[in-house]
T-cell receptor, first 111, second 113 residues
Framework: DAKTTQPPSMDCAEGRAANLPCNHS???????VYWYRQIHSQGPQYIIH???NNETNEMASLIITEDRKSSTLILPHATLRDTAVYYC????????????FGTGTRLTIIP | DAGITQSPRHKVTETGTPVTLRCHQT?????MYWYRQDPGHGLRLIHY???????DKGEVSDGYSVSRSKTEDFLLTLESATSSQTSVYFC????????????FGPGTRLTVL
């Protein structure tokens, strides 16, 4: 009963922007969109989150559509170290919900 | 990076032996979590803690117990290890200030023979 849908894999050339889509058509009004990634053999890493406005931090940008049914994570200048599995998650920011990682998108940065 | 360490990082043990994994944080965060990660199953919550001596079960808690006697330490114990508990175990923390961003440790790879 996945709340999000992501493509299983994507490739991106090094130095280009990587755009990772996520569909979350059943998102409720108090749920945020979170993005995490997991580099091989490491623990998951928090990237960014947002509610309805676009967000940017030192790692990435998050674009959420006006109806909030989908979003895109943007890595503006992808490097080889960005090769990882990226997870899109929706949950209530202020609850104690556990993180449920689906299968995510395996992003490969091509030299 | 959040100050989270896990010990040991790797362990091989035999079926039926007790095993304790330790998660240590230097962030003074209220919430701590134990997850396991297996191929085809993603990340699954075992137990979590919302304060000293306050713990609760996750979705795969059978065969595991936890203890939190200090803010900084969260222990996961396998009372009698089984081969099905071979996995990578991750600890995570988050602050209690209403935010839900979790920060993960480096993981412990456990093999039960």
């Amino acid at each position: 009963d996945a709340k999000t849908t992501q493509p299983p894999s994507m490739d991106c050339a090094e130095g280009r922007a990587a755009n990772l889509p996520c569909n979350h058509s059943t998102i409720s009004g108090n749920e945020y969109v979170y993005w995490y990634r997991q580099i091989h053999s490491q623990g998951p890493q928090y990237i960014i989150h947002g509610l309805k406005n676009n967000e940017t931090n030192e790692m990435a940008s998050l674009i959420i559509t006006e109806d909030r049914k989908s979003s895109t994570l943007i890595l503006p200048h992808a490097t080889l170290r960005d090769t990882a599995v990226y997870y899109c998650i929706v949950l209530n920011r202020f609850g104690n919900e556990k993180l449920t990682f689906g299968t995510g998108t395996r992003l490969t940065i091509i030299p | 990076d959040a100050g989270i360490t896990q010990s040991p990082r790797h362990k091989v043990t035999e079926t039926g032996t007790p095993v304790t994994l330790r998660c240590h944080q230097t962030e003074n965060h209220r919430y701590m979590y134990w997850y396991r990660q297996d191929p085809g199953h993603g990340l699954r919550l075992i137990h979590y803690s919302y304060g000293v001596k306050d713990t609760d079960k996750g979705e795969v808690s059978d065969g595991y117990s936890v203890s939190r006697s200090k803010t900084e330490d969260f222990l996961l114990t396998l009372e009698s290890a089984t081969s099905s508990q071979t996995s990578v175990y991750f600890c995570a923390i988050r602050s209690g200030s209403g935010v839900n961003e979790q920060f993960f440790g480096p993981g412990t790879r456990l093999t039960v023979l």
